[in-house]
């Protein structure tokens, strides 16, 4: 018995919340706070910034929604392909920059000049190539996508041990083993963290152009919300996304944490 009291004291400063924790926490209770004292203050335009219990019924209204499962689903698979083909081409290109000097020459100041550009200029060109359908939100996603994966990539590939790089040659290992076996064990957190800021503008991208032109996709329902001064259910669903956004780069992190942890 006296063993489990101890135990019982014990346990109690580990549940404790740390300061982090608690900082974060009253951070988000302020903000709150503020937001709701605007709303009440009548100092803004009435519903620019509603209340919080009037966003909090759009948000259960939108989440019981089925159509709004329809068009999550569709901006989801825009972001999901985008992704995949901005980053395996991203992770293509950034490795044969970082492998071969001269190219990397020759092409990779493109890529830092073209990488900050706001690619939402070239949706007119993407409109023209793929029409007004899906397949041209993925191609600005995908172009979005690239480079922060490209870049990474190749800098990652210039900080690979060298000697990793010699004992893959000395056992004559052909170019698609030096990738696999040397190159991108070794570019692992370069490779999550270009995957980590090509998912967040692939989003921003993907959601750009569906509230330019589209008729379906969470861009759409947002800009057609505000169209029709719907700001709770329009914070609502930026609410949700924000969780999404959120809980998908976490994943991605993690998923990079739990390869680390193996490989140790």
Same mark, same amino acid.
């Given at each position: ?6 135990? @019982? ?12 924790? =608690? ?16 709303? @009440?203050?009548?100092?803004?335009? @009435?519903?620019?910034?509603?209340? /919080?219990?009037?966003i909090? +019924?759009? /948000?259960? #209204? =939108?989440?019981?929604?089925? &159509?709004?499962?329809?068009?999550? #689903? ?37 890529i ?19 029409? !007004? ?17 490209? /870049?990474s990539?190749?800098a ?6 060298? !000697?990793?790089i010699? !004992? ?19 570019? +692992?957190?370069p490779?999550?963290?270009?995957? @980590? ?7 921003? #991208? ?10 379906? &996709? ?34 991605? #992190? ?9 490989r140790?």
């Amino acid at each position: 018995m006296a063993e489990t009291g101890r135990l @019982r004291q014990a346990a109690v400063p580990a549940a404790r919340l740390s300061p982090v924790t =608690l900082l974060r926490a009253a951070i988000i209770l302020a903000l709150l706070a503020i937001w709701e004292f605007l709303s @009440r203050s009548g100092w803004l335009y @009435r519903d620019v910034v509603p209340s /919080l219990l009037s966003i909090g +019924r759009a /948000l259960v #209204g =939108l989440l019981t929604s089925p &159509g709004y499962y329809f068009n999550l #689903g569709v901006t989801m698979a825009e972001i999901g392909t985008a992704l995949l083909v901005g980053g395996l081409s991203g992770l293509a290109v950034g490795i044969l920059l970082g492998a071969n000097r001269f190219l990397s020459k020759a092409f990779e100041s493109y890529i830092y000049y073209l990488g900050p550009t706001p690619k939402i200029i070239f949706f007119p060109v993407m409109i023209m190539w793929f029409g !007004v359908g899906p397949e041209s939100k993925i191609a600005l996603g995908t172009l979005s996508c690239f480079f922060p994966v490209a /870049l990474s990539v190749a800098a990652g590939m210039r900080g690979i041990d060298k !000697v990793l790089i010699r !004992v893959g040659n000395s056992f004559r290992a052909s170019p698609w083993q030096m990738v696999v076996k040397i190159y991108l064990p070794a570019m +692992r957190h370069p490779i999550i963290n270009g995957i @980590r800021l090509g998912l967040g503008v692939a989003l921003i #991208g993907t959601l750009l152009a569906e509230t330019k032109l589209s008729n379906m &996709g969470i861009g759409f329902l947002i800009i057609q919300a505000y169209g029709i001064f719907d700001m709770p259910r329009m914070y609502a669903m930026l609410i949700v996304l924000f969780v999404l956004a959120i809980g998908a780069n976490a994943l991605v #992190g993690r998923l990079g944490g739990l390869d680390s942890i193996k490989r140790t």
